[in-house]
């Protein structure tokens, strides 16, 4: 069974969320999904939000999916709709980087609707290492109802991404910019080398 359509104003259901933490980020290349034996793909970021955040944006584009799919009354909303809230303070995610006090939202998308990724300047970024797990981001999502044999539950479509700052990579090494600075090369630093160099072959004579 497929995703359920909205029955009316789809722009309801979108949100520009709030700055979050980068996670598990394939939004360059779509990845297979687990549990798709056909070789479906697709693109996908996690998005780790601090807990005291304010994500009312977030629950509200949640709301208006449900009930645009079921209806203004919540008593005819089916029992068990699955969240695609996810804590980050959970047992399950005791080994995950950067996930403890936060919650984490998994957004994705078809491999034919690629994610526009842009940085602070709406430039669209094309190194891939400049986006990275431990970044961070704010992301243009659609709250829809998905309906398959796993049962029926909110998700969010992942439209485009955007950069908003560096951060410590996770389980990594930090970008090349935060670890080098700037190094002369006009000819007074050679001078200085070459002296040194000088000075420290007379102290072995």
């Known amino acids: 069974m497929a995703a359920k359509k909205a029955k009316g104003d789809k722009e309801k259901c979108r949100v520009l969320t709030p700055e979050f933490r980068v996670s598990y980020p394939h939004v360059f290349k779509p990845q297979g999904m687990k549990g798709k034996p056909d070789g479906k793909k697709s693109y996908s970021i996690v998005m780790?939000?601090?807990?005291?955040?304010?994500?009312?944006?977030?629950?509200?584009?949640?709301?208006?999916?449900?009930?645009?799919?079921?209806?203004?009354?919540?008593?005819?909303?089916?029992?068990?709709?699955?969240?695609?809230?996810?804590?980050?303070?959970s047992p399950k995610n005791a080994d995950k980087e950067g996930y403890a006090g936060h919650w984490a939202i998994k957004a994705s998308s078809n491999e034919d609707q690629k994610p526009g990724?842009?940085?602070?300047?709406?430039?669209?970024?094309?190194?891939?290492?400049?986006?990275y797990p431990g970044c961070y981001a704010r992301a243009s999502l659609l709250a829809y109802i998905w309906d398959n044999e796993f049962g029926q539950g909110v998700g969010f479509i992942l439209d485009h991404v955007q950069k908003m700052r560096d951060g410590k990579s996770f389980g990594g090494k930090p970008p090349a910019e935060q670890v080098f600075t700037p190094v002369g090369t006009g000819d007074e630093e050679d001078f200085n080398e070459a002296q040194a160099e000088e000075e420290q072959e007379e102290s072995f004579m």
């Open 48 to 89: 780790l939000f601090p807990k005291d955040a304010d994500l009312g944006p977030i629950k509200e584009a949640m709301r208006q999916a449900k009930i645009q799919a079921f209806g203004e009354d919540k008593t005819k909303w089916p029992k068990g709709l699955q969240s695609p809230v996810n804590d980050g303070d």
């Open 117 to 131: 990724v842009v940085d602070q300047n709406v430039e669209p970024i094309m190194n891939q290492a400049d986006f």
